[in-house]
């Protein structure tokens, strides 16, 4: 990661592997931990950090594309945490795991 911003509540970057921005927004209250990750183009990238309300910093990631949200919610009654995971994010794990798996396979053929 390059380059980087913050807010109170906010993170974006931008990733040179893959050569896309991503923002996050995260929430801790007396009820629990609230994690949201976004896909944003550049020009959101650019605009942001530029309002003087860390808020409008935070609707103008909500316009870009939700890629990961992660809930821990205190409250009894609504059962466990829930993590949402879109296609993508989902075969980069997957991709991942599997990498992992070949150099703990190799090592045990060494």
């Known amino acids: 990661m390059k380059t980087e911003k913050h807010g109170n509540h ?12 991503f923002a996050g927004i995260m929430y801790i209250n007396r009820e629990g931990l609230e994690e949201y990750r976004y896909e944003i183009t550049q020009d959101i990238y650019s605009r942001l950090g530029t309002f003087g309300d860390d808020t409008e910093n935070e609707h103008l990631i909500k316009t870009g594309e939700i890629a990961y949200s992660f809930e821990n919610t205190m409250y009894g009654t609504l059962g466990p945490e829930r993590t949402v995971w879109d296609d993508e994010i989902n075969e980069s794990m997957k991709e991942t795991i599997r990498k ?11």
């Not at 906010?10 to 921005?21: F, K, V």
């Open 100 to 110: 992992k798996e070949r150099k703990k396979a190799k090592k045990k053929e060494n």
């Open 10 to 21: 906010w993170t974006a970057y931008y990733d040179t592997e893959s050569g896309r921005y």
